[in-house]
């Protein structure tokens, strides 16, 4: 079984985000920048899955611009086999919409035939969390999202998922698309000798007219602020202190 | 202009607060028809006829609907689509698993956690954990949009809508539901409480938890917990505020021995009074506190349940 992880490449989550002054965006000039985490975990799993028999090769696909093959090469030094980079874009502040990464994911899973995409559940910069049920939808497949647990046997995966109330268990037929969340593993840190072999490893280069998607956004962005700031408040002395301030503020 | 939302239907029963909620984002769209699905749900459709601003309620009961499988969810609001121009629902962990792929199958963009309706194409939604707000205007012909609860008020209740009764869409027989694990508690809901008690990393253990649980019990407060207490084993997945856990926004937010992370404070951070509880007086939380006490929470927070 072919497993495919589509990973993003997204303002690394220990950067301060800062607006562009024009309101056209957040900006991404100069800025450290790396797998989306949902997606580390993705690849994570894949590999797992790799390792336990259960797959046989593992592709890390990204949709963007040029620079996400530097987000592919840490996907290979993890363990991915091979790697599928689709130019969409060529400004790093145009960010494609999921439901166009979507169609250009069905491209590729036409093409390779995989038994399993799996996927983080959402990126950290538009936060969407809408690319794998789209996936899912467009393929005419079985969805398991936020995924916390994943059990593949033959035809079917059982997939524990967090939901508001807990944890909800069901059962999916494969091929199916699953969206991972953080509790499913802890992403390795690719070694040394391992980056230095996913140099060596094959990445294939596309367009969105490879596989026949118009890539132009359905979503125009009118414009993007820094939210409000709140207020500054006080240091309380004591206990005593807190629970008075908080009876003069009618909160108790 | 017609708005189809999707009603919060757990087992039978209408979550009314977040619901209400998304009713009053939608009825700044048009006349809104509430979808309530389920194996049963005759009652949660009586009851979100009640819910002021809805004109009508479609309620779809089938057993394949009992657990809100995605697959037959969503393939049922494509088959009732044609008549609506906005589709929503409130942005609970079902309605984000459903919601897009309505979407995709309608073939238009997806709209997740909306926290403002500018008019009927333009909307407000977070990005990047709330640390901007981004304005979008759709150009497609059918808005399918989730609203985040937090930054709308519930509808009243005191009205009485129609109920209709529709059959069931085709089952896709994709998947099926195995077990729920959910933990019975007589607290508050988290998204909908009042007062919200939260423990981080600092709490050092799931027993050490119980400190926490007890300040909550004394505020009649729901428990909630940082990505870093839920990660360490401290709490339950469920209980998790933050970016990728439940964004809450209560009258009182008492964070304890939680450092304040980017992705935490996007999910607490419009709560009315925030309150932080740590030994470390640098900690980020301190900025969003308006009241902070440098102190350690082993002796301030059992402390604080007895004096209140």
Known sequence: MKVIVPVKRVIDYNVKVRGKADGSGVDLANVKMSMNPFDEIAVEQAIRLKEAGKADEVIAVSVGVKQAQETLRTALAMGA??????????DVHNDIEPLTVAK???????????GLVLCGKQAIDNDMNATGQMLSALMGWSQATFASDLDIDGDSATVTREVDGGLQTIKVNMPTVVTVDLRLNEPRYASLPNIMKAK?????EKTPADYGVDASPRLEIVNTVEPAARAAGIKIGSVDELVEKLKEAGAV | MAVLLLAEVNDGELALDATAKAVTAATALGDVTVLATGATCADAAAEAAKIDGVAKVLCAEDTIYGKRLAEPVADLIVSLAGDYEHIVAPATTDA?????????????MMMSDVTAVVDGSTFERPIYAGNAMQTVKSSDAKKVITFRGATFDAAGTGGSAAVESIGAAADPSLSSWVEDKVAASDRPELTSAGVVVSGGRGVGSEDDFKIIEALADKLNAAVGASRAAVDSGYAPNDWQVGQTGKVVAPDLYVAVGISGAIQHLAGMKDSKIIVAINKDEEAPIFQVADFGLVADLFDAVPDLTSKL
Do not use: T
């Not at chain 1, 086999?81 to 060529?90: C, G, K, N, P, W």
């Not at chain 1, 250009?104 to 995989?114: A, C, N």
């Not at chain 2, 984000?96 to 238009?108: E, F, Q």
């Open chain 1, 81 to 90: 086999d091979r790697a599928i980079l689709v130019v969409a874009a060529e």
């Open chain 1, 104 to 114: 250009i994911l069905k491209g590729v899973v036409d093409e390779e035939q995989p």
């Open chain 1, 200 to 204: 060596k490893k094959p990445m294939d």
């Open chain 2, 96 to 108: 984000k698993n459903v919601m897009p792929r309505v979407a995709a199958l309608l073939d238009v």
